[in-house]
């Protein structure tokens, strides 16, 4: 059973492009998260996200960042017109289905973003 | 709004010694609390999961305690080796199943 997937692991944009950061849940997890690592700072919660539903983007930046979980494929993590403010690591998590208790995330190895 | 901290923020001991790690929380109503370890430029680990109805989990040379009344957790590292050198990251969820983490304690083990 193969780990959280993340791809790519390291993305170079320059500013004004844009991101987009794929990750593929653990088989038979349902719930993916997303977290960010500022240089020097802790891990950060985004967004959370079943499939084909955002539960809870508190942690989402009000513009240019956007994350979606269809039904087939990767979830993914959208930046557009990327700013070097953006450069960071992005962790994505997943979980099983939960039955009424709080599951573990398992994380992927992450992308390390960099806006030139 | 929860917050998490952990002290000291870097930590170097030589090997074979014993260590503790510590984290504290500012709101105890928290489901669970999760050590990760982080080696640099990689993914986290899971380390140990205490659920809030308990006091401690043990795995290996790892024993994590938590006191919810007092907002606290630790990290005990029994016989430290070089290869436990890492960042060690406490996180903590509150609803939703939202992770709220500290910024780490970077840790080195000396041969």
């Known amino acids: 059973n193969a780990g959280v997937m993340q791809n790519p692991r390291h993305l170079v944009r320059r500013r004004g492009q844009e991101a987009r950061l794929r990750c593929s849940p653990m088989k038979g997890h349902s719930h993916v998260y997303w977290y960010r690592q500022l240089p020097e700072e802790g891990l950060k919660f985004m967004v959370y996200?079943?499939?084909?539903?955002?539960?809870?983007e508190s942690g989402m930046p009000k513009e240019r960042f956007s994350a979606e979980f269809p039904k087939e494929g990767p979830s993914i993590l959208r930046i557009q017109q990327v700013v070097r403010g953006d450069s960071a690591a992005y962790f994505c998590?997943?979980?099983?289905?939960?039955?009424?208790?709080?599951?573990?995330?398992?994380f992927g190895p992450g992308t390390r973003l960099l806006v030139l | 709004k929860q917050e998490v901290t952990q002290i000291p923020a870097a930590l170097s001991v030589p090997e074979g010694e014993n260590l503790v790690l510590n984290c504290s929380f500012t709101d105890s109503a928290i489901y669970n609390l999760q050590w990760f370890r982080q080696d640099p430029g990689k993914g986290l680990t899971s380390l140990l999961l205490i659920q809030s109805s308990q006091r401690e989990q043990t795995s290996g040379r790892l024993n994590a305690s938590l006191d919810k009344s007092s907002g606290r957790s630790t990290l005990y590292i029994a016989a430290s080796q070089p290869g436990d050198s890492a960042t060690y990251l406490c996180a903590v969820v509150q609803g939703a199943q939202k992770l709220v983490f500290g910024q780490g304690t970077r840790l080195t083990i000396n041969p």
């Open positions: 998590a997943s979980s099983p289905p939960t039955s009424g208790r709080i599951e573990t995330q398992y």
């Open positions: 996200l079943q499939k084909e539903n955002i539960i809870d």
